[in-house]
């Protein structure tokens, strides 16, 4: 176990390493100019203040000796300045993560709340109409576009039935009904993906494990089918569904970006695109090389889950 973790961590820390550079050089190839969007752009730009502008925010250094500087700084803890708000980035960084933590556990919790029952009951009833509804549910949670499930879901629950607030975000610990009420929508719109892929990788694995011969010796000793199903097969199915699941968390962080703007959630998914409408390069490239230390985390206890669920798997 221990040299797994080794190599695991160096794996991690080599990732890492390039996601930086890709991050690094990457904002680069932006249109537009941050210093020229800073000063704003209409009525043209005063030459003097436009130079001076780069030679303070350092756009005129190499890109080798600004890169060094800003990897320097991320190692010791320090993101840099924000070049919109011209404040600390890691403060920044800490207060939008909790919305977007919070939105992510919900989006999770309804994904595999949802998921693994309706692909169970659609491998259970193969062929018949409760297959069929779970693969429509499914192809249409992959195929919708989350951003626009959510615009729906407010015109249904906002502004038809009224049953929920139509956006904003409260913290969890000044008011935890509200809170909750206001990010079950768009929890919802951000689950919706991943919530078909689950339904298609439960029914695919139940499927699988339910001809496997243990199973079968179970049924023939006159267990029930739930309880075959339930207690002998589901646990073995689940396996992939982990590995799965612990894939989507990029595509999560991914949708959003979308899902908190148009919820207006002051989350880490909204910073990165108002961040990238204001060329705000510093904070773009902390919030990229954030999500890929989430992401490599996620991965890594997803393996450490794998293990728990399946006591053949042993790590060297």
């Known amino acids: ?150 615009i729906m879901l ?13 956006s904003g975000y409260v913290p969890l610990w000044e008011d935890p009904v509200r809170s909750i009420l206001l990010m079950l929508m768009p929890a919802t719109a951000l689950a919706s993906a991943m919530t078909g892929v689950i339904i298609r990788q439960v029914r695919a694995s139940v499927l699988e494990v339910l001809g496997e011969d243990y199973v079968v010796m179970a049924v023939s000793k006159g267990l029930t089918r739930r309880r075959v199903v339930y207690r002998h097969a589901l646990r073995n199915a689940l396996l992939p569904v982990v590995t799965v699941t612990g894939l989507q968390m990029g595509h999560l962080l991914a949708g959003a970006a979308t899902v908190e703007v148009v919820f207006s959630i002051p989350g880490l998914g909204r910073l990165a695109v108002d961040s990238i409408f204001y060329r705000d390069f510093t904070m773009i490239q902390a919030v990229m090389l954030l999500f890929a230390t989430i992401v490599l985390v996620v991965s890594f206890l997803t393996d450490l889950l794998y293990a728990r669920l399946d006591p053949r798997i042993r790590y060297v």
């Open 1 to 150: 176990m221990a040299n797994y973790l080794r190599r695991r961590a160096l794996t991690a820390l080599v990732v890492l390493f390039l996601v930086s550079i890709i991050s690094f050089i990457i904002v680069f190839v932006l249109p537009g100019d941050t210093a020229a969007a800073l000063l704003g752009e209409e009525g043209g730009l005063d030459p003097k203040r436009y130079a001076a502008l780069r030679e303070e925010l350092g756009l005129n250094q190499p890109l080798i000796v600004r890169y060094l500087q800003w990897i320097g700084g991320v190692l010791t803890g320090d993101f840099g300045i924000s070049l919109r708000t011209n404040e600390p980035i890691g403060p920044a960084l800490l207060q939008r993560a909790g919305p977007t933590f919070q939105l992510a556990v919900m989006a999770l919790i309804i994904s595999v709340a949802i998921g693994i029952p309706v692909g169970v009951m659609a491998a259970t009833h193969r062929g018949r109409p409760a297959d069929t509804a779970g693969t429509v549910l499914a192809l249409g949670g992959i195929a919708i576009p989350g951003f626009w499930f959510g």
């Open 154 to 166: 407010i015109l249904l629950f906002s502004v038809h039935l009224k049953w929920l607030p139509p």
